[in-house]
């Protein structure tokens, strides 16, 4: 029978006593529904005999009647104690061994903890009710209804708010189920369980008040209750039985229990009539309540922990199968094979490579399937394998010809193709752990090997072409050179320059696919070293004039003009901070960035702008046209080499790809990053973002230094940007000269960089530093000097300065330099004559603010020195002249 789900229960009995849990399974709606109205009734009817009735007097416990009534009472609460001393021992240990997380994430075992925090609970209750009823600290009320009849009870009112409480946790513990799918508990027995805790209410009710109409009418509605609750539990009980390898169990438990309320209730009944004595039935109670909990929670226990086996056993059943059809239908290949090499595996995927199937492959060795070359090197991998050694990798071809000489019928028709496969080996164990085969699964490189073939040949090809066009290509520069030479027009001569430039960018281009033809030809996929970029003071206006003027007069490989009719080119860009980079390769890179906005806008305009960083760390420089746009699927495949947004053989446009991918990699290498933003029928805009000072990896430094020397060919456009922003060294005021003592080449040229107003210095280590202050003719305006330089430290070289030579705060300033000052740091240097202390990295303005401040101080040194030797010279020639007014003093 399949459980229905009743969405709730009377909005009454919610109110009064809600359940803790929603979504509760009902076998029998019509009981559920009796059962909460059963549970009213009774509220209600203990409401008003609380109201309408009095009860009957109280008196001391009966130990003065029977003295072994403190026996029994001790017994009970000791056995109670042991309980608790059990389930609380339980948790404790699930605590400390790690098992609550586990439980608690597990839906099955979050039962039995659950289990266990109830049981918990209801023995805690049961050893503290019968401590206070063996140490004589309660009272009990004379069962009125039983003195009516001429009998005699004793009504222990702890006893009732014991079994009020216990009897609904032990019956909804006996009715939970598995855990919802959103993790909360079931339960199919909540309306009987509240039901049979709510009739004890009103059962001891009946034995204590003074009224004999309401006395029989709480006790028969008590009874009635109990019908009703057990109706419910009892077709649960017939319900569960089939369900699982613990439904026996845990149908027998529940059985015993009502079984046991009904003994309950009948020897309830005894002594008002006076069949048996009160104090035989308080020690059938104190008896029965304690050996009723302890068995219920070992038959709790055990039925839980069946439950849970149960479900082990099946999930491992289950994971089982689903692990047997994964390896059947996986998508690699999987053989295995026994002890003695024979196949006992093999998966579909082994079938399609071989065509041969599993039944026919199943008892055939394993050599057998392998090329002769890799036979021994697979048995020797299967018996490291099957010795539990480290086994690695195999590399075989799977080449099934052999079989043909052991008679299999499909042999003639098996492929000749052979498979490439890289094999590792998994040993499988029995259930008592010992190795009984090995499962080898595979890696198919077959259309990968042929795929790698194919793309070295074709960067092979690449490379063997472009190593041909290079060649011609130095004649054509190398004429360029002598006719720009000779050439005296200067119209002509323009031409010619930027004919030698085409040429120089074509040969760069043909350097890139080498450069990558290289790269994509290594062994292990790693790039090969590119092409260390020189460092050049770059002016990013003019290399943009220049493009935008190249673009303008250039033309495409049909002869017809790169910027299309109905296409304005426009540079917005006015002036750019002078930045680091190599001036060929931005020229390249909005070369490429500017010709691909002219390819594909065939009206409107291109437009270059730039924008600066105010705080002078980065400029951006965009190129935005009014063309076709570019797809959003397309945007970051655009960057791939040889790729292109439309890759059909009948696009309408010329290019291999390249263009956007080496701009990319080159704006990369400056440190910069280059975006795209397109919308289509809108247009695209790139932008390039490149630092102030160039960034560069940490295993490049050595060719960067040797990349910084003076350049002897640098391009014309290099040469005349040097010309001009390059501040003289000469004329009628001196520069002013910074000394800079760090040890790090690359700081040094920072240095040089964000001071290139100044005259620099450079010292490398304390040493360095002191010999120059010792040996120059013109002390340094300001000194750079870091903290951390090998030997003397930078604190020591501040001290000798202003002590041994005796050189001053104003004379000399002295900038001091940390990557991570501190307040000691701090004072350290002040202490040791540092004018400042400076944190790293350095950034532009500040540096340069802090070096203006210096000199003025220098200045206002120089200003003070010079008005005292004019104020010394004009007072010793105010003497000469008294003197010379006055006479010698000598023969008066």
């Known amino acids: ?37 059963c549970s009213v009734v009774c509220i209600i009817m203990a409401i008003a005999a609380h109201f309408c009735c009095d009860y009957h007097e109280t008196r001391l416990a009966v130990i003065d009647e029977d003295p072994t009534m403190p ?17 609380t021992g339980l948790g404790i240990c699930i605590r400390i061994m790690g098992l609550q997380a586990c439980d608690e994430e597990d839906l099955t075992l979050r039962r039995r903890l659950r289990l266990n925090r109830k ?29 009516y009849y001429g009998g005699h009870q004793i009504v222990y009112s702890f006893r009732y708010i014991e079994w009020v409480c216990f009897a609904p946790i032990v019956l909804s513990i006996s009715g939970s189920l598995d855990h919802a799918p959103d993790g909360s508990p079931r339960n199919g027995l909540m309306p009987s369980s509240l039901l049979t805790g709510i009739y004890c209410i009103i059962s001891w009710q009946a034995l204590v008040v003074t009224n004999f109409y309401w006395s029989w009418a709480l006790i028969i509605w008590a009874f009635v209750s109990f019908f009703v609750a057990s109706y ?48 035989l039935e308080n020690k059938f109670y104190c008896l029965g309540d304690v050996s009723f909990k302890i068995g219920t929670s070992v038959m709790l226990l055990a039925t839980n922990d069946l439950a849970i086996g149960t479900e082990m056993r ?25 002890t003695a090499g024979h196949i006992n595996q093999w998966n579909m995927k082994t079938e399609d490579l071989t065509g041969l199937s599993g039944a026919e492959a199943m008892g055939l060795p394993l050599d057998k399937m392998l090329g002769e070359s890799s036979q021994a090197a697979a048995k020797a991998f299967v018996r490291s394998a099957l010795a539990g050694d480290e086994t690695g990798t195999l590399e075989t071809s799977l080449y099934p010809k052999g079989v043909q000489e052991l008679g299999v019928a499909s042999a003639n028709e098996l492929r000749t193709n052979k498979a490439m496969l890289v094999l590792s080996a998994v040993p499988r164990k029995d259930k008592r752990g010992d190795i009984k085969g090995v499962s080898l699964v595979g890696c198919d490189l077959t259309e990968v090997a042929a795929y790698r073939e194919a793309e070295q040949r074709k960067m092979r090809f690449m490379a063997v072409v472009s190593h041909e066009l290079r060649s011609p290509l130095y004649g054509i520069i190398g004429l360029m050179d002598q006719l720009c030479d000779t050439e005296e027009q200067e119209g002509t001569l323009r031409f010619l320059n930027m004919v030698r430039t085409c040429a120089n960018r074509l040969l760069d281009l043909v350097m890139n696919i080498m450069e990558m033809a290289t790269m994509a030809c290594t062994h292990d996929g790693s790039p090969a070293p590119t092409k260390s970029l020189s460092h050049d003071r770059v002016d990013l206006s003019r290399i943009l004039e220049e493009v935008a003027l190249l673009v303008k007069c250039s033309s495409d490989k049909g002869g017809r003009p790169l910027v299309k009719t109905g296409v304005q080119l426009v540079n917005e860009v006015n002036s750019l901070p002078i930045i680091e980079a190599d001036t060929h390769k931005c020229t390249q890179v909005f070369f490429n960035l500017v010709t691909n906005a002219c390819k594909f806008t065939t009206e409107g305009r291109i437009t270059l702008t730039g924008v600066a960083d105010p705080e002078k760390q980065w400029v951006e420089v965009s190129v935005t046209d009014t063309g076709k746009g570019i797809h959003r699927g397309s945007l970051e495949r655009i960057f791939q080499p040889f790729e292109q947004e439309d890759n059909s053989a009948i696009r309408g446009h010329q290019g291999i790809g390249l263009g956007l991918s080496i701009a990319n990699e080159l704006v990369r290498a400056h440190g910069g990053s280059i975006k795209v933003e397109s919308e289509i029928d809108v247009g695209t805009s790139f932008s390039v973002r490149l630092p102030i000072v160039m960034l560069e990896p940490a295993n490049d430094k050595a060719q960067a230094k ?47 960089i964000i001071l290139s107003e100044y005259e620099v210095h450079t010292a490398m280590d304390g040493t360095e530093a002191l010999e120059f202050l010792e040996k120059c003719e013109t002390l340094p305006d300001t000194m750079l000097l870091d903290v951390a330089i090998p030997g003397t430290s930078g604190y020591e070289v501040c001290k000798d300065v202003r002590g041994r030579l005796n050189i001053g705060l104003a004379e000399m300033p002295i900038l001091m330099m940390s990557a991570s000052p501190t307040n000691s740091s701090i004072i350290e240097a002040y202490d040791n004559g540092a004018n400042s202390l400076i944190s790293k990295p350095l950034r532009k303005r500040l540096l340069n603010a802090q070096v ?41």
């Open 1 to 37: 029978m399949v459980p229905k789900v009743e969405p709730g229960v009377l909005s009454m009995l919610w109110a009064v006593l809600p359940q803790h849990v929603p979504g509760d399974v009902v076998l029998t709606p019509i009981a559920s529904k009796l059962n909460n109205w």
């Open 71 to 87: 026996l029994f009472l001790c017994f009970s609460a000791t056995m109670a104690f042991y309980g608790l001393v059990f389930e």
């Open 119 to 147: 049981m918990v609970i209801e023995f805690s209750l049961l050893s503290t009710m019968y401590t206070l009823m063996a140490c004589d600290m309660q009272v009990v009320h004379k069962g009125w209804i039983a003195e």
């Open 232 to 279: 419910e539990q009892f077709y649960f009980a017939l319900w569960v039985k089939d369900q699982g390898a613990s439904g026996p169990v845990r149908a027998a438990m529940l059985t015993y229990l009502v079984v046991m309320l009904g003994i309950y209730g009948v020897v309830y009944l005894l002594p008002i009539q006076g069949w048996i004595s009160a104090t």
């Open 314 to 338: 099946r999930r491992a059943e289950a994971a089982a199968d689903d692990l047997q059809r994964l390896i059947r239908t996986a998508s690699v290949p999987i053989l295995g094979v026994d």
């Open 706 to 752: 040797a990349s910084r020397e003076p350049n002897t060919e640098a391009s014309p456009q290099s040469a005349s940007v040097d010309a001009e922003d390059k501040p003289s060294a000469r004329g009628a005021d001196r520069r002013p000269v910074i000394l800079s003592v760090d040890n790090d080449e690359e700081n040094q040229q920072v240095v040089k």
């Open 852 to 892: 203006r401040a210096a000199l003025r101080l220098k200045a206002d040194y120089v200003a003070g020195a010079r008005q005292k030797q004019a104020d010394t010279v004009e007072e010793g020639a105010l003497r000469r002249r008294r003197f010379s007014v006055r006479g010698p003093a000598i023969g008066r």
